[in-house]
C-alpha cells in the first residue's frame, strides 16, 4: 500500500529537512502516485550539489524506507523553480 501525500509529506519534513536546512537546502513534495512514484524537487543549494544522489539515496530513500517498510516506492526527482522564485523573477522582468 503506498502512504499518502500527508504521511510522506511528515518524513520529510521531520527527518530530511532538517538535513537539508543545515546545508542551505530544502525538498519539497510535488506529487505521490497510486503505484508508489514520488516525485520531489531539491531546493536552495542543494538543487545543483555533488552529492544530490548521496543525499538521495542516504538521507531521503533510507528515511521513506524506514518509515514505510512495506511500500515499493520509486523516488523521482524532478528540476522545478520555485513558485515564489518564479514570481519574483517574472516582476523584475515586467520592470524593466
Given at each position: 500500500m503506498?502512504?499518502?501525500?500527508?504521511?510522506?509529506?511528515k518524513?520529510l519534513?521531520?527527518?530530511?529537512?532538517?538535513?537539508?536546512?543545515?546545508?542551505?537546502?530544502g525538498?519539497?513534495?510535488?506529487?505521490?502516485?497510486?503505484?508508489?512514484?514520488?516525485r520531489?524537487?531539491?531546493?536552495?543549494?542543494?538543487?545543483n550539489c555533488?552529492l544530490?544522489g548521496?543525499?538521495?539515496?542516504q538521507?531521503v530513500e533510507?528515511?521513506?524506507?524506514e518509515?514505510?517498510?512495506?511500500?515499493?516506492?520509486?523516488?523521482?526527482?524532478?528540476?522545478?523553480i520555485?513558485?515564489?522564485?518564479?514570481?519574483m523573477?517574472?516582476?523584475m522582468l515586467?520592470k524593466?
Open positions: 503506498v502512504p499518502d501525500a500527508t504521511a510522506i509529506e518524513v519534513k521531520e527527518k530530511v529537512a532538517p538535513f537539508l536546512q543545515s546545508h542551505n537546502g525538498i519539497k513534495l510535488k506529487s505521490v502516485s497510486l503505484e508508489g512514484e514520488i520531489i524537487a531539491f531546493m536552495g543549494a542543494c538543487t555533488p544530490l548521496d543525499t538521495l539515496a538521507t533510507t528515511s521513506l524506507q518509515a514505510f517498510p512495506e511500500a515499493k516506492l520509486k523516488i523521482i526527482v524532478v528540476n522545478d520555485d513558485d515564489d522564485l518564479w514570481a523573477a517574472k516582476n515586467r524593466k
